[in-house]
């Protein structure tokens, strides 16, 4: 066994990447503004400099511990120069902080207040780069940009999209899109893993709130709010719940408080998606056509794929994502049940995802130039809002849907996690075939970037690839392009783990913050009435009252382009 002795006290060695993990692992929180375990060591901030006997000042970071290694993290010479470090990226820094979008969860306050800064010493910069407001879901501020290069790496390594890179030098130094172009006008597919990763203000969901707010208070609007899948296991984060634990009760409740006229539940479209996408399956497994057949809720990936493999767009299912589905199916029935015009109902959406105020905007999801979906919120940006008005989240009771577009099935909640839309896709395809109820395909349920499931349905076995991270799906397509790998079926969803881990969701990284909230899907899928989404008697009487096959294919699907 392997010991190194960190302020004093002997730390077992056991596989730790480095100095720095195996210094987290004895409780010291070592403060970093570019460490983070799933994308490469950059060593750039400087912060984490320890003292190892015998060898001075090292980053811990980039070294690895080593037996009967004596380290001090905190010594008098280190504590200076990292007071330095703090103090010079404030003096380069926007210090606009009570009205940065980011305060109260930005890493560069937490740390400089941690240190006990009180004054700068160094002059502060007066000019700073402008604001880059070009993207419908991302915003960018280079004034608050502290170089840790964290975006840069997430948007190469883990997404190989690739659009974020460093440009000039010294002081002059900035991240920017390529040709310093603004990031609306590349190829971003608004996944948002940069905003989620930026320890600062400069990355940030486009704040849609006022608009929010300016719709609610407007006594000629009828606005009504849909909530995703994710959101649920997620938002209690910002109040005190851990990850995973189910406040949608609550959440419900804020809502009403907040002067939403309707509360919705995203999942009673994910239940029409799972029908139409499983009879698309059906239907083209029969023809042996247009296979493997891949997932279209992610519009993330849907950009993705349009800019990088425009040949795979006939594959992708033509189903609207649940986010679309519903502002159809709600512009459709609510305005004619309400006798309002679209334009006097709002459909306001909580998703964890900023590429869901991408895909609200995309042309095709609009009447006449009249929008389906009106305003797209993150989980973030809703709990500012209940933030704002003061609710106490933890102390609210637990409130109920609306109906009908608050009922849905379990198969429908666990969309919310890589995996789930499989899983949801095949109880309704073994239903459909073998005429049996439910059965609940545990083996889809994913704890990495790709799984590779054989599942028999039907007197066949279905061949299914479940991807998240696009990085992951671009290995996984190169493989099926080549012809290494067959498939029926393929998963994709941009962000790791699916939509619990989304761009808009709390700003909690750890890999055990993404399983636990996906295990509270699950758990929540266990919770619920019904679990395959042909069960949903509110989707059956709709099936029945207001869609014929051309409404449907009308409403619920869409076209791609290159
Ligand atoms: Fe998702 Fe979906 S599951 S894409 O991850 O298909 O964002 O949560 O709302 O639309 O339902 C996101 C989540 C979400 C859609 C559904
Ligand atoms: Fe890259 Fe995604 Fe950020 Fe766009 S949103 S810059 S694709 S990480």
Known sequence: QQYAVIDNIEVQIEGERNLLELIRKAHIELPT???????????ACRMCMVEVQGRGIVPACSTPASDGMVVSTSTKQIRDMRKIIVELMLA???????????????????????????????KKREQFPPQDLSSVAISRDP????????????????????????????????VTP???????????????????????????PNNQVSEAWDAIHDKSKTVVVQIAPAVRVAIGENFGYQPGEVTIGQLVTALRMMGFDKI???????????????????????????????????????????????????????????????????????????????????????????????????????????????????TQELALMIKERGIDFGQLDVGAFDMPFGFKSGAAVIFGTSGGVSEAVLRYASDTINKEKFTAYKELRVDAGLKIA???????TLRLAIVSGLGNARELIKKIRSGEEHFDLV?????????????????????????????????????????????????????????????????????YTS
Request: aromatic fraction near 8%; include cysteine.
């Open 264 to 378: 919705y539940d995203t999942s009673f479209a994910a239940d029409f998606t799972v029908i139409e996408e499983g009879n698309e399956f059906l239907a083209r497994l029969e023809k042996g056509e247009k296979l493997p057949q891949f997932t279209s809720c992610c519009p993330a990936w849907v950009k993705f794929a349009e800019q990088y493999y425009p040949e795979l767009l006939p594959n992708i299912s033509t189903c609207r994502s649940p986010q679309q589905m519903f502002g159809a199916l709600c512009k459709e029935k609510l305005t004619k049940e309400l006798n309002i015009s679209r334009e006097d109902l709002v459909v306001v959406s909580i998703m964890p995802c900023t590429a869901k105020k991408f895909e609200a905007s995309r042309p095709e999801f609009a009447a006449d130039g009249s929008r389906d979906v009106d305003i797209v919120l993150t």
């Open 143 to 174: 004034a608050k940009c502290v170089l840790c290069g964290d975006c840069v790496r997430v948007c190469k390594e883990i997404q190989s999209v690739g659009v974020l890179d460093f440009a000039g030098r010294g002081a002059k130094a900035i």
């Open 491 to 559: 998963e994709v969803m941009a962000c790791c783990g699916g939509c619990v881990n989304g761009g808009g969701q709390p700003l909690n990284n750890e890999h055990i913050t993404v399983q636990a909230r996906a295990k509270g899907l699950y758990d929540n899928d266990v919770m619920l009435q019904v679990h395959s989404s042909e069960e949903n008697p509110y989707l059956q009487k709709m099936y029945s009252d207001d869609l014929d096959a051309h409404k449907a294919h009308k409403l619920l699907h869409t076209h």
């Open 454 to 460: 054989e599942v028999a349905v039907g007197g066949k």
């Open 92 to 122: 380069n820094h926007d210090q606009s902080c009570t009205t940065c979008p980011k305060s109260g969860d930005c890493r560069l306050q937490k740390i400089a207040h941690q240190m006990g800064i009180k004054t700068v010493r160094f």
């Open 178 to 204: 390529f040709y310093k172009k603004g990031i609306g006008e590349v190829d971003c597919v608004n996944c948002g893993q940069c905003v989620k990763i930026c320890p600062v203000g400069a990355l940030t």
């Open 33 to 43: 503004f570019c460490y983070h375990s799933e994308i490469s060591v950059y060593g």
